[in-house]
C-alpha cells in the first residue's frame, strides 16, 4: 500500500522529480514481488578473482577452473576480472587497495615475489599489503635447446658456457619473468656466463630457439613438451627437486650435475590485508577441497601444473622464502628492470 501511495503522490508532481518518483515506486512494487533467495543480501555480493596477467596464462586458468566452482560453494557470483600489464603489478595493486571484505582476491605466480626487488619504487609491499590465502599448484620448467647445439645434458650446455664464456645465449618473456630469473639462479650457481636475450612474451622467442637464433631456455613444461617431442627442442633437465612423470627419464638439475637449483614456480590466491581470519580460514578450507577433485585436477594437468593444498600459513612462509631468496640473485647479479 506504501508503493501506491508514492505512485499516487507522483501524479500530483511534474517533470524529473514525477519521473524519479515513478521509478521508485516501480523498482519498490518489482523487489516486493521477488523471492526472498533473488534479494541477495551484501553478503551475496559478486566476488572478484584479479588475475593481473593476460586470458590464456596457467593464472586466467586457474582463477576460470576455481571460480564457477567456488561460486557454487560460496552460494555467491565470482567474477574473473584480467587486469594486465606491468608485469603483474597493475592488478595487484588493484588488489591491494580494495576493501579487505573477502570480495576481492588475487590470483598470481610467483612473479608477485620477484616484482617486489625488482620494482623497488612500487607505492606497494607485494608481501606485506596481501594476505596468503591458498596455495594451488606447481609449474615446472624446463632447460631446454635446440636440436642443433648437440648438446643433451645440462653439463654439455655449462662445460660450453664455461669453455665460451659470453658466446652463448639465452631467451626469456621479458626481464624479471620466472623463466629470466630461473637461468640468472642457474648461472650464479654454476659460476658460468650466458648473455640474456629478453622477448616481449614467449611464442617469439620459443620460435627463434627452434630456429637456433637463440642457444638456450627454461620452458613451462606444458609449453616445452610439444616441441620436445616433435623432436624441435632437446630437453637438458627439470628445474625441480624431483623428477616429473610426464618426462621420467630426464633428469633434475641436481642430478644433471647442474646445481643443486630448483626453480619450481608456485601459484596461488591472495587477499588485500586486513582481511578477517575466518574469511580467510573458510576460502582456504573451499579451495583445498576443490583442488582435491577430479575434475580441478585434470584442467590444472593441461597446463603442466600440479595441484597443491595447505594452510594460509603454509602458503605464507613460502612466500616470506621465496621474496627473500629472489632479492638476494636479483641484488646480486643486479638485475633491473626494464
Known amino acids: 500500500m506504501q508503493s501506491n501511495a508514492n505512485l499516487s503522490s507522483a501524479r500530483r508532481v511534474s517533470g524529473p522529480?514525477?519521473?524519479?518518483?515513478?521509478?521508485?515506486?516501480?523498482?519498490?512494487?518489482?523487489?516486493?514481488?521477488?523471492?526472498?533467495?533473488?534479494?541477495?543480501?551484501?553478503?551475496?555480493?559478486?566476488?572478484?578473482?584479479?588475475?593481473?596477467f593476460t586470458p590464456g596464462t596457467g593464472i586466467d586458468l586457474i582463477a576460470r577452473t576455481l571460480g564457477p566452482r567456488l561460486s557454487e560453494r560460496l552460494a555467491r557470483p565470482v567474477v574473473v576480472d584480467n587486469r594486465?600489464?606491468?608485469?603483474?603489478?597493475?592488478?595487484?595493486?588493484?588488489?591491494?587497495?580494495?576493501?579487505?571484505?573477502?570480495?576481492?582476491?588475487?590470483?598470481?605466480?610467483?612473479?608477485?615475489?620477484?616484482?617486489?626487488?625488482?620494482?623497488?619504487?612500487?607505492?606497494?609491499?607485494?608481501?606485506?599489503?596481501?594476505?596468503p590465502v591458498a596455495?594451488?599448484?606447481?609449474?615446472?620448467?624446463?632447460?631446454?635447446?635446440?636440436?642443433?647445439?648437440?648438446f643433451r645434458s645440462?653439463?654439455?650446455?655449462?662445460?660450453?658456457?664455461?669453455?665460451?664464456?659470453?658466446?652463448?645465449?639465452?631467451?626469456?618473456?621479458?626481464?624479471?619473468?620466472?623463466?629470466h630469473l630461473s637461468m640468472e639462479l642457474l648461472k650464479q650457481t654454476a659460476g658460468v656466463f650466458l648473455t640474456h636475450i629478453p622477448y616481449r612474451g614467449s611464442a617469439q622467442a620459443v620460435t627463434d630457439l627452434v630456429a637456433?637464433?637463440?642457444?638456450?631456455?627454461?620452458?613451462?613444461?606444458?609449453?616445452?613438451?610439444p616441441q620436445v617431442r616433435g623432436g624441435k627442442l632437446v630437453a637438458l633437465a627439470i628445474g625441480s627437486a624431483r623428477r616429473h612423470p610426464l618426462l621420467p627419464d630426464l633428469p633434475t638439475l641436481a642430478e644433471a650435475?647442474?646445481?643443486?637449483?630448483?626453480?619450481?614456480?608456485?601459484?596461488?590466491?591472495?587477499?588485500?590485508?586486513?582481511?578477517?581470519?575466518?574469511?580467510?580460514?573458510?576460502?582456504?578450507?573451499?579451495?583445498?577441497?576443490l583442488l582435491g577433485t577430479a575434475e580441478v585436477r585434470a584442467a590444472f594437468q593441461t597446463q603442466g601444473m600440479d595441484p597443491a593444498t595447505g594452510t594460509p600459513d603454509e602458503f605464507r612462509r613460502l612466500v616470506e622464502r621465496d621474496a627473500d631468496r629472489w632479492?638476494?640473485?636479483?641484488?646480486?647479479?643486479?638485475i633491473k628492470a626494464e
Open 17 to 52: 522529480l514525477r519521473r524519479q518518483l515513478l521509478q521508485w515506486g516501480a523498482a519498490s512494487l518489482a523487489a516486493a514481488c521477488l523471492p526472498a533467495a533473488a534479494q541477495a543480501p551484501a553478503a551475496a555480493a559478486p566476488m572478484r578473482l584479479i588475475v593481473p
Open 84 to 131: 594486465p600489464g606491468a608485469s603483474g603489478n597493475i592488478g595487484t595493486e588493484a588488489v591491494v587497495r580494495a576493501a579487505p571484505n573477502g570480495q576481492t582476491l588475487l590470483v598470481s605466480v610467483n612473479t608477485l615475489v620477484m616484482n617486489r626487488s625488482l620494482y623497488p619504487q612500487l607505492p606497494f609491499d607485494p608481501v606485506k599489503d596481501l594476505v
Open 135 to 150: 596455495l594451488t599448484s606447481w609449474g615446472q620448467l624446463l632447460l631446454v635447446t635446440h636440436a642443433q647445439t648437440g
Open 154 to 179: 645440462a653439463g654439455d650446455l655449462l662445460a660450453a658456457a664455461r669453455a665460451r664464456p659470453g658466446r652463448l645465449n639465452y631467451a626469456s618473456p621479458g626481464v624479471g619473468t620466472p623463466h
Open 212 to 225: 637456433g637464433q637463440v642457444d638456450a631456455m627454461f620452458l613451462p613444461i606444458h609449453v616445452a613438451l
Open 257 to 289: 650435475r647442474a646445481g643443486s637449483v630448483d626453480v619450481d614456480m608456485w601459484y596461488g590466491i591472495f587477499a588485500p590485508t586486513g582481511t578477517p581470519a575466518d574469511q580467510v580460514t573458510r576460502l582456504n578450507r573451499e579451495i583445498n577441497e
Open 327 to 334: 632479492a638476494r640473485l636479483i641484488r646480486a647479479q643486479g
